[in-house]
Nanobody
């Protein structure tokens, strides 16, 4: 069974950093080459795309709001994807979700409905 297990959320002040981790089981990064992405959802708002690693490093993609501050990466040997978040602001406060899919195409990468697998979410809170 495919499972995505997230960790690393927490509370920080403006300007701080966090690194989120998502460990995938049932997905072999090296053979399946799944696309791994991060989405977030703030209270009262819709889920939005944050970052993606397309096909195990073929390319990376970011929402405009996080470019230059967030970095997505993965450790294929550990089947783990990371989201390094720097220069955090209160606008980054949200529940962050890890998502994965084996077959999506590049043009569908930013659409949450394209993903078959989701983590449980981890809370990130940035206070001023």
């Amino acid at each position: 069974q495919v499972q995505l297990l997230e960790s690393g959320g927490g509370s920080v002040h403006v300007g701080g950093s966090l690194r989120l981790s998502c460990v995938a089981s049932g997905l072999a990064f090296n053979s399946n080459r799944p696309t791994m992405s991060w989405f977030r959802q703030a209270p009262g708002k819709e889920r939005e795309f944050v970052a993606a690693d397309f096909r195990s490093g073929s390319s990376t993609h970011y929402a405009e709001s996080v470019k230059g501050r967030f970095t997505i990466s993965r450790d294929k040997s550990k089947n783990t994807v990371y989201l390094q978040m720097n220069s955090l602001t209160p606008e980054d406060t949200a529940v962050y979700y890890c998502a994965a899919d084996r077959t999506l195409i590049l043009s569908s990468l930013r659409n949450s409905r394209s993903y078959d697998y989701w983590g449980q979410g981890t809370q990130v809170t940035v206070s001023s």
